[in-house]
């Protein structure tokens, strides 16, 4: 395992790598410095990329077969403490898994991903926004 050194910035340069998997497993490498390289990225992040990786060893594409593993070595691994559970199909999801990232759990009603997105055109529909008391 090396480390990857931090080139472009997360979530702004068009290719920015997190981890990356050389031959299934022969060489993980994962970024553990912030974009700044005045510190590490948080613990929580780099867990994440590294069973994103891992699960590499197993499935080199992202395919469902790959998203699968990774979800299931997520759920295995993750703090059950940060789930959130779907309203309408019960699927659970840590809070950090989601995109963008939630800090803590979201209060009220949850839609997970297969549920915030149009059947037709895949376009992202409002989450449910909880009632005011």
């Excluded at 069973?51 to 759920?75: G, I, P, T």
């Excluded at 959130?84 to 950090?96: E, S």
Aim: charged share 25%.
């Amino acid at each position: 395992m090396t480390e990857m050194a931090p080139v472009g910035y997360v979530g702004i340069s068009p290719k920015c790598l997190l981890g990356f998997n050389k031959n299934q497993g022969e060489e993980i490498s994962l970024r553990l410095r912030t974009d700044d390289l005045k510190g590490f990225r948080k613990y929580e992040s780099i867990k994440k990329t590294l069973l994103h990786e891992l699960a590499h060893m197993v499935y080199s594409e992202h395919d469902a077969d790959f998203f699968a593993l990774d979800k299931q070595v997520c759920r295995r691994t993750g703090d059950p403490n940060k789930l959130m559970f779907c309203k309408r199909c019960d699927g659970a999801y840590h809070c950090y898994c989601q995109q963008p990232p939630h800090k803590n759990i979201s209060r009220g009603p949850y839609l997970c991903p297969k549920h915030t997105k149009c059947h037709s055109c895949r376009s992202n529909v409002l989450e449910v926004v909880p009632a005011l008391p």
